[in-house]
């Protein structure tokens, strides 16, 4: 296993060097593509010390890492300090600003819902948004993989913690809704997870699904450099495309398409542009921004700490400009699709 996989800080997490693949860009043979089962496919990026990189199919566009890791090693991308402390991911700052935002969250998730409906959250976390569904009165339910992940969790969130979310073993039909917020992209199956979701819904349930978007505008632009990579937590990197045809593979019919996220896409502006200078550490102000225990000291010296604060606020009003403009075209950076069984 690869030393940094095994042995990863908290500044660290973020740090993995990404490198376009060389050009041109030959299709190789691969495994079967999981949504079109082409196979062939064609080398996008490269990740520092490992084997593995990101191939993109030439059949979907669906782009990931190949070969999958083993179970192992990609539980080995998610040390406690990538959850940050107990309920707190980011800076307290960050946290409110999450929180505030979060609003207009809860108000899209429980929009036609009836009261009471049972919701489930994959990928729940602390259940912040479950906790929000919870005032509204809703039965609110979440899946984790990750003990530590849930640690903090609202105590209202009923959660369940399995390998994947079969072995959670809910019941058929049993839910109103699904949430699969910003997961899809980190499991080594997300056709099967939607598969499950599928089973769980009730006949007419929603479902609603986010992923960062492979072939939007910001993605684009930034190549290597992009953010929302996530490099190598993210093993699938979903075209929106790649993304509805695979949620009609799994059952499902796609209902609207939402490419604006206040709380995703400005920010993956800031950093991309960030990550394009070699000077300043890749996703610094990601990593300045997490949570530390207060026995951990702040990543960088104080002058590379001053630039990035610096380079956040400078370039905010910038990015949330350019988001407005890649709503417009409907190539969001991360974007959200609502869904019904």
């Not at 929000?132 to 849930?150: D, K, P, T, Y």
Request: aromatic share 10%; net charge positive.
């Amino acid at each position: 296993m690869n030393e940094r996989l095994s042995n990863v800080g908290a500044a660290a997490l973020y740090e993995y060097e990404v490198r376009s693949a060389p050009t041109p860009a030959i299709p190789t043979r691969v495994s079967p593509c999981p949504i079109c089962s082409a196979v062939t496919a064609a080398a996008r990026f490269e990740v520092e010390g490992m084997e593995e990189r990101v191939v993109v199919c030439t059949g979907c566009g669906l782009g990931r890492l190949y070969p999958m890791p083993c179970p192992d090693r990609l539980r080995a991308l998610y040390p406690d300090e990538y959850y940050g402390e107990p309920g707190q991911k980011f800076h307290p700052l960050i946290e409110w600003l999450v929180r505030a935002v979060g609003e207009r969250h809860i108000s899209f998730l429980s929009r036609e819902l009836a009261a009471g409906a049972r919701i489930l959250d994959v990928g729940c976390g602390r259940g912040v948004t479950l906790g929000a569904l919870a005032e509204q009165g809703f039965s609110v339910h979440g899946f984790e993989i990750s003990a530590e992940a849930a640690r903090g969790a609202d105590s209202r969130v009923e959660i369940r913690i399995a390998q994947n979310l079969q072995e959670a073993e809910y019941r058929a039909a049993s839910f109103d809704q699904v949430i699969i917020w910003h997961v899809l992209e980190h499991l080594a199956d997300p056709a099967g997870t939607l598969r499950e979701a599928h089973r769980i819904l009730k006949p007419g349930g929603r479902l609603i699904v986010a992923v960062p978007n492979l072939s939007s505008l910001q993605a684009r632009y930034s190549g290597a450099a992009w953010f929302h990579l996530d490099l190598p937590r993210h093993v699938y990197h979903f075209p929106l495309s790649a993304l509805r045809q695979l949620l009609t593979l799994t059952g499902f019919e796609v209902r609207s398409v939402h490419h604006f996220s206040l709380r995703q896409n400005p920010f993956g502006w800031i950093q991309s542009l960030m990550n394009r200078f070699e000077s300043l550490p890749r996703n610094g102000i990601y990593a300045l921004l997490h949570n530390r225990s207060s026995a951990e000291r702040p990543p960088y010296d104080r002058r590379t700490r001053g630039w990035l604060w610096f380079w956040l606020f400078a370039t905010a009003p910038f990015a949330l400009a350019v988001t407005l403009v890649e709503t417009a075209l409907r190539s969001g950076a991360t974007v959200h699709v609502v869904a019904s069984r």
